[in-house]
């Protein structure tokens, strides 16, 4: 789930119930999270006791507008984690999870660039500055990588294009809403995470299986307080989440 709360909400018991109770997902990124917003926002999720959450990224002013990946600690284990400045205050923020159930391993990925009109290329220079960290979250065989954002970009074939061009992975669009959207490595690479060397028979490591938006038309978006909107907890975008098998 990619979730842009505002960094002017402080109605993190709504954000907690519309995160478990809407949309139930594994793994949460959080765009505009900043200062005491994300440990109230698990504080919250936890007073629910449907499952154990923690914070994969703890908020740091280094990288102050990252996307905070959150996520089920009673269903996966955290394994690795990083955060890449760029932009100066902006940040691309990763963890790799494996999976209690079955040890499967997933990297996940969130960003929130700096907003031009119109253009792509600031979402852009977010994967290419996380590419390196990205490649070296998925060392081991089978790990799939995704990533989240609120990419303040509506051409989403535009980062997919630069997410296979930094990485040398396939990937997919899992689910795109205006600036927000999903991202899943779905395959045809070689087998191995971050060693593409074209050895190998192709795999399909991943495959999106349907996902939505919270709400889509329930009025404007991007205005910050003058469109805070109580469906979605408010914020002033609608999250958007996607269904993911892994392979």
Not at 144 to 160: P, Y
């Amino acid at each position: 789930m990619s979730f842009n709360v505002w960094y002017g909400n402080g109605r993190f018991k709504e954000i907690a119930d519309l995160i478990q109770d809407q949309v139930n997902p594994d793994v949460v990124n959080l765009q505009e999270a900043v200062n005491i917003q994300p440990a109230g926002i698990m504080e919250e999720l936890n007073k629910k006791q449907v499952g154990e959450w923690k914070l994969a990224n703890n908020f740091s002013t280094e990288h102050f507008w990252c996307g905070l990946n959150a996520y089920r600690a009673d269903r996966w284990d955290l394994e690795w984690h990083k955060s890449v400045p760029y932009q100066g205050s902006r940040g691309i923020c990763g963890a790799r999870l494996r999976r209690k159930a079955d040890g499967r391993r997933l990297c996940v990925w969130g960003t929130h660039p700096i907003w031009f009109s119109g253009a792509a290329h600031s979402a852009e220079e977010g994967v290419r500055a996380g590419a390196a960290a990205m490649k070296e979250c998925a060392q081991g065989e089978g790990t799939v990588s995704a990533m989240m954002c609120d990419c303040n970009t509506f051409d989403a074939g535009a980062v997919s294009r630069q997410l296979a061009k930094s990485t040398g992975w396939e990937w997919k669009i899992a689910q795109a809403d205006a600036y927000d959207q999903i991202y899943i490595q779905t395959g045809s690479t070689a087998v191995g995470g971050g060693d593409v060397s074209g050895h190998g028979a192709p795999k399909e490591i991943a495959k999106p299986a349907g996902g939505g938006t919270i709400e889509p038309g329930a009025g404007p978006r991007g205005c910050q307080a003058n469109c805070a909107n109580d469906k979605w907890a408010g914020a002033d975008h609608p999250p958007v989440y996607a269904n993911v098998h892994l392979g």
